[in-house]
């Protein structure tokens, strides 16, 4: 775990959509990230290297845009796999925190007119210190343009 994170391992992780993904479905069977086009462009490795990048965070957390995201792009999986998909979601949830912003609290962030809600949930959470872990560029560029914590995952994928 790089140094400069340590005040986040308190304060937690959250995963974007995308990371969020591949942990769900990774975590069902590593062969099913190539049957999704939302989790194809994944493989073991990158969830090997994301189980291993968040072990030693204390809390994992995330947000109610994130969980509908996440839910809408995997149903057609869900269905596939006998609702697999979403009793994995379930079981996260029961050990992960939630945590919730008002959705008009969301929208006056500056994120909000770029990047959407469920960026801008993840934004929020960068405020509080929790380590944000995406693929997606120009969320990673507005929270560390704001010196908040935040992780891409092909960094970490590129250093494991």
Do not use: W
Not at 72 to 90: A, C, G, M, P, Y
Not at 103 to 131: E, H, I, K, M, N
Request: aromatic letters at 10%.
């Amino acid at each position: 775990m790089n140094f400069r994170f340590a005040k986040n391992l308190q304060a937690g992780v959250a995963l974007d959509t995308n990371i969020f993904l591949l942990l769900i479905v990774g975590s069902i069977n590593t062969d099913l990230l190539s049957k999704s086009s939302k989790t194809c462009k994944f493989d073991k490795a990158d969830y090997e290297t994301l189980i291993r990048f968040c072990s030693p965070f204390s809390r994992h957390v995330i947000t109610p845009p994130i969980i509908t995201e996440a839910c809408n792009l995997l149903e057609t999986l869900n269905k596939q796999n006998d609702s697999r998909v979403f009793q994995n979601i379930r079981r996260y949830l029961e050990e992960a925190k939630e945590s919730r912003s008002e959705s008009s609290y969301l929208a006056c962030l500056p994120v909000f007119p770029t990047l959407g809600l469920a960026d801008a949930s993840l934004y929020a959470l960068a405020r509080q210190d929790v380590l944000i872990l995406t693929d997606d560029l120009n969320l990673y560029g507005h929270i560390v343009s704001r010196n908040h914590a935040a992780m891409n995952f092909y960094h970490i994928t590129v250093t494991h």
